[in-house]
C-alpha cells in the first residue's frame, strides 16, 4: 500500500535532472526536503510561463502586459541595486533553472505525491518527466512504483478535491 516505503536499497541508484520552469512549481517541488536542490537566481530572462486559464478569461493580454513591466522593473532594480534585490520584484509566473539530485528512493516519494491528479499540472508534468527519465534509465527499478499517475490528470478531480477543502 501507499504507506509502505521503498527498501534503502534504492538510495544506491542516483539521478540528476536539470529543471525550466516556472517559479511556482519550483515553490511546490522544493519543498521535498530529501531532496538536493539548487536554483540559479529568480530572473526574467527565461521567459514566463502564461496561464491558460487567463487566456480562456480574456485576460492573457492584460497578463503579458503586467509581466513586461515586471521584467522591466527587475532590469532597471538589477542594473540600480544589484540582481540579489531585484530578485523580489519577479512574480511567480517567470521561469527558473535548477537542478535536482536525488535517489531512487526519494523519486519514488516525490513522483507518488505530485503527479496525483489533484496536483497543479505544473508541477505534476515535472514530476511526470522526472519519472519518464528515470523509467529509460531503469526500466525494471521504475517499474515497482505502484503509485506514480503518468495519465494526463483531470481539472475537475483538482476542482473536486478544492471544494473539500473549502468545505473543510
Not at 105 to 121: A, N, S
Request: charged residues 30%.
Amino acid at each position: 500500500n501507499r504507506r509502505q516505503r521503498p527498501p534503502r536499497a534504492l538510495e544506491h541508484a542516483e539521478y540528476t535532472f536539470e529543471i525550466v520552469a516556472n517559479f511556482a512549481a519550483y515553490r511546490d517541488l522544493h519543498r521535498h526536503r530529501m531532496l538536493t536542490q539548487e536554483r540559479q537566481r529568480l530572473g526574467t530572462a527565461l521567459g514566463y510561463d502564461l496561464p491558460a486559464g487567463l487566456v480562456e478569461l480574456g485576460l492573457g493580454g492584460r497578463f503579458e502586459r503586467a509581466a513586461e513591466q515586471a521584467a522591466q522593473a527587475h532590469r532597471t532594480i538589477e542594473r540600480e541595486l544589484g540582481p540579489v534585490l531585484a530578485q523580489y520584484v519577479v512574480p511567480l509566473a517567470f521561469r527558473v533553472r535548477w537542478y535536482v539530485r536525488a535517489n531512487l528512493r526519494e523519486i519514488y516519494h516525490l513522483c507518488e505525491l505530485r503527479t496525483t491528479p489533484q496536483g497543479h499540472p505544473d508541477y505534476r508534468w515535472i514530476a511526470q518527466e522526472m519519472f519518464r527519465r528515470v523509467s529509460e534509465v531503469h526500466p525494471r527499478l521504475a517499474g515497482y512504483a505502484r503509485f506514480v499517475d503518468l495519465g494526463s490528470g483531470d481539472e475537475l478531480e483538482r476542482r473536486a478535491s478544492e471544494r473539500k477543502l473549502d468545505e473543510k
